[in-house]
């Protein structure tokens, strides 16, 4: 009440003499219009009806949506490819022409990659997600319209590019629009919409004709285009573009106005001056040492480097694991595994979808508790110690007539490995891609990490069935677990903890880990060191 009588009591702009004033302080007090209430007062009746956390799960809404088209792609040659080698197919294809298929949906993956990554920089996180939706949408009606083999090529090389487009400005876009405290299951989200995508395509291609079923994915992307058009641009990139009031605008619409946020935009706003002054200063800056000539290009900078490396390395174990083998050639691998005498193929393909979407939501829920690095290593064990012991079953099994009749435990090893790989190595790398670049290299960065994943995805897919008919599958498993386990070795080495961190202080982290790798003379170690080393 003290408050509000303060607030209607403010002076008039227009003057008043004293003896008005003495006169007429009741009435005025009355009828004197008050001033524009403040942020806070406006943030409550905004709160009431949405808080900030359902309005960050909107805005994350479209691009996870976009995401699960993108498994949809995934999974999409898993049930078109063994209904159009059926006798009645209208459309006649070949082993070679098959494994084209197949493969043509990663090919221009990596080139999506990177122009997503510009695209993103250039227009907006926002346009690009409007953009690629659209492409999205059209790969999938040709598919749905095809009626021969090119159709068909054409129709998986749109939606493979999509799949690269949706790459960077997914994980970006939902980090910059997040609470620290939500990002990690927020992020975690892409993946698990990954693997629903892949879970519906078999669904779909399980009860349907592919032509319907690829209709019916393209109707996924008429929801996430309606859900971008309601949701803000990312604040960082706004900020980046020297528009502070529309960035204030999406970053309080996104966050509130709790005193947290504020001092969160109030670092974004001094790290952007930060960057501005050093660009401005030949590589200078308040607080840090001269930055030699050589280190003004943002791209050469540790904070670049580092991060860049790490994803390089992290994309190439969990592709060189074979995290998409399964999720491409699903139906052949099953026959091939458990033998179609024993257990259908198509019943055991929905159960390994099944185990992976539920793995992704479990991931979601580990990665808003646990620390990015104790799951990473859980899950590069654990998806070592999967692949090499099924290597071994199998090897057995098809070497010793007895060990066929236990051909349900192989499954019992896959879904395991399902499991250990969906927790950690699957999604962690696409959450931190949206993690740990500056804003400024953001999405050169984010693009060029996706780009180098698809294309390990590309080599993956289409030497799979060349490795299995050379090494057979028991052999081909054994070269997975091998990769997973020299992957975690590197990465127990190089990769950070981001967990709980605003992505300022994950930048900062970067630059000063290389300064700070030695203890000052009191004996502490700089706290950048602690967070690179949390085990």
């Not at 043509?104 to 122009?115: D, F, K, S, T, Y």
């Not at 291609?205 to 309606?226: E, I, N, P, R």
């Not at 091998?482 to 982290?509: A, C, F």
């Amino acid at each position: 009440m003290i408050k509000n009588a303060t607030v209607l009591t403010q002076p008039s702009r227009h003057r008043i003499t004293p003896s008005r004033v003495s006169l007429c302080s009741f009435d005025k007090m009355i009828i004197q219009k008050p001033s524009p209430p403040d942020a806070a007062f406006i943030e409550s009746n905004v709160v009431k009806r949405f808080s900030p956390l359902a309005r960050q799960v909107l805005a994350a809404s479209g691009p996870i949506i976009s995401s699960a088209a993108a498994g949809m792609t995934n999974g999409f040659s898993a049930i078109l490819l063994p209904q159009l080698q059926q006798p009645g197919s209208q459309i006649s294809i070949t082993e070679e022409q098959s494994s084209w298929i197949a493969s043509m949906a990663p090919l221009p993956m990596a080139v999506g990659c990177i122009i997503g990554g510009l695209l993103m920089e250039r227009c907006g996180r926002k346009s690009a997600h409007l953009l690629l939706n659209v492409s999205f949408a059209v790969g999938w009606c040709v598919l749905s319209m095809a009626h021969g083999y090119p159709q068909i090529l054409v129709g998986r090389f749109i939606t493979g590019f999509s799949c690269g487009l949706v790459g960077p400005p997914a994980s970006v876009y939902i980090a910059e629009t997040s609470d620290p405290r939500f990002r990690g299951i927020l992020l975690a989200g892409v993946t698990f919409a990954v693997s629903g995508g892949i879970l519906l395509a078999h669904l779909f291609g399980t009860f349907f004709h592919w032509q319907t079923a690829a209709l019916l994915c393209s109707l996924f992307m008429v929801v996430a285009y309606l859900l971008m058009l309601v949701s803000p641009e990312s604040p960082a990139w706004l900020l980046a573009r020297g528009q502070r009031s529309e960035a204030e605008t999406s970053f309080r619409w996104l966050r509130g106005f709790d005193q947290t946020s504020r001092q969160e935009f109030d670092a974004m706003v001094a790290r952007t001056g930060g960057d501005s002054g050093r660009s401005d200063n030949k590589g200078s800056s308040v607080g840090e040492a001269h930055v030699p000539a050589t280190e003004c290009s943002p791209y050469r900078r540790r904070e670049f480097l580092m991060p860049l490396a790490t994803l390089l390395v992290f994309f190439a174990t969990m592709q060189f694991s074979g995290v998409n083998i399964v999720a491409f050639y699903s139906i052949a691998l099953m026959q091939t595994t458990i033998g179609s005498d024993n257990i259908n193929e198509y019943l055991a393909m929905l159960i390994v979808d099944l185990v992976r979407v539920v793995t992704s939501l479990v991931a979601c829920v580990l990665l808003r508790s646990v620390g990015r690095r104790p799951l990473a290593m859980a899950s590069g064990i654990g998806t070592t110690i999967s692949l090499i012991g099924l290597s071994i079953f199998l090897y057995f099994q098809t070497s010793i007539p007895l060990y066929r009749n236990y051909s349900w435990l192989s499954l019992v090893f896959l879904i395991s490995y399902i499991v250990f790989v969906g927790i950690g190595l699957f999604p962690l790398p696409w959450c931190m891609t949206g993690e740990i670049f500056p804003v400024a290299t953001r999405g050169l960065g984010s693009g060029l990490t996706s780009s180098f994943n698809f294309v390990c995805f590309f080599a993956v897919v289409k030497t799979g069935p060349t490795l299995f008919a050379t090494v057979g599958v028991n052999g081909t498993f054994l070269v997975y677990g091998v990769i997973s386990l020299l992957g975690t070795l590197v990465l127990y080495v190089i990769l950070p903890e981001t967990k709980n961190r605003t992505l300022q202080e994950i930048e900062e982290q970067f630059r000063r880990r290389g300064k700070n790798k030695v203890v000052d003379g009191m004996g502490a170690a700089s706290p950048t060191v602690t967070i690179a080393t949390v085990a």
